[in-house]
């Protein structure tokens, strides 16, 4: 049954469908709905909710909680995911899964409150120190949010990793109808690793992401990035509209491309054929869909709530093959279609100049 909710409690409930049996967390706007809704509803569930003192504080209970088996959630927002990165570091390093959610807001520095993607390389490029990636999901709706929350306690067990869904401050702060399901949950044998305190075959399971002998760090890495590739391989997500006859793609993830949508069905008013590459996944990034763009299309537009990050990983995925533009906002500030639209139709004027030069 859809029922009206708004993001920042629809992820909640996901989580706790999904299994997620403790929350650990540290108020800062706009994200603050999830701490309460798992205040209010972990205990019921049977499981365990502490607001710690901070969120360095927090990532740690999580690595915690994580390597006992347990299903593990912490949110927060730009700055305090900042604060965050050492402890997911470590539960890269240590093969611990567990969700992270960011509601992710302006910057850099404290900033502001409102919606931003200034945190697309954080997320995307580890955040933290050494050689490490963690898979990001970037919802456009609040069901396709509730959704990813619970694919990311999936893929978390999955592969052993913390997995992040990264929504910008308007997913978690706005509401629509949402149907959230309780997913069959295949649980991982965590036995094999988990540290129980129990002996298992006569060896207790040690959680450890300290090497001081060069040899166990390098091969630690290397197991790490044969999950990576896995991942590459396997849980890359998007959404495309391009076809034969478009002029102009447009790259855009989060609620910005329900935007872009919107100035595309503008442009196809005007003649202007337009289409949409969506990255649900940000890493991996979703490169295949860039390899074939229609030799009709003339340029490629990236629309993002920040000065350009989406860019760098849509410039490596066109290979030089298309012109790339960029059309972004900040500091809280959301571009509307008809802005969208101007510019794409200056872009194609610009190209289309360029060309005749030649």
Known sequence: MRVLMKGNEAISEA????????????????????????????????GVFVQSES????????????????????????????????????????????????????????????????DYFQATRGGGNGDYYVPVYAPCSIQEAADLVQ?????????????????DGML????????????KIEYADTEKWAASGNLIRGK?????????DPEPLEKNNIEL????????????????????????VFVSYGTPSRIVKNAILDLKKEGIRASIIRPITLWPFPDEPFFNIPKSVKAVLCCELSMGQLIQDVKLSVLGKLPVYHYGRVGGMIFEPEEIVLFAKKVLKEVSHEQYCL
Request: aromatic share 8%; charged share 15%.
């Open 15 to 46: 989580a706790l469908c999904a299994g997620c049996r403790a929350y650990f967390g540290y108020p800062i706007t706009p994200q603050n709905e999830i701490s309460e809704y798992m205040s209010l509803n972990m205990i019921k569930a049977g």
């Open 55 to 118: 969120e360095i504080a927090a990532i740690n209970m999580v690595y915690g909680a994580a390597a006992c088996g347990v299903r593990a959630l912490t949110s927060s927002s730009s700055p305090g995911i900042a604060l965050m990165q050492e402890g997911i570091t470590y539960l890269a390093a240590a093969k611990l899964p567990s969700v992270i959610v960011n509601i992710s807001r302006g910057g850099p520095g404290l900033g502001g409150i409102l919606p931003s993607q200034g």
């Open 151 to 167: 694919k990311a306690f999936q893929i978390a067990f999955k592969y052993r990793t913390p997995v992040m869904v990264m929504a």
């Open 172 to 183: 978690g702060q706005m509401m629509e109808p949402v149907e959230i399901n309780e997913p």
């Open 204 to 212: 207790r399971n040690v959680i450890n992401s300290l090497y001081l």
């Open 225 to 248: 990035f044969k999950i990576y590739d896995e991942i590459t391989k396997n849980e890359k997500m998007y959404e495309s509209t391009v076809s034969e006859g478009d002029e102009i």
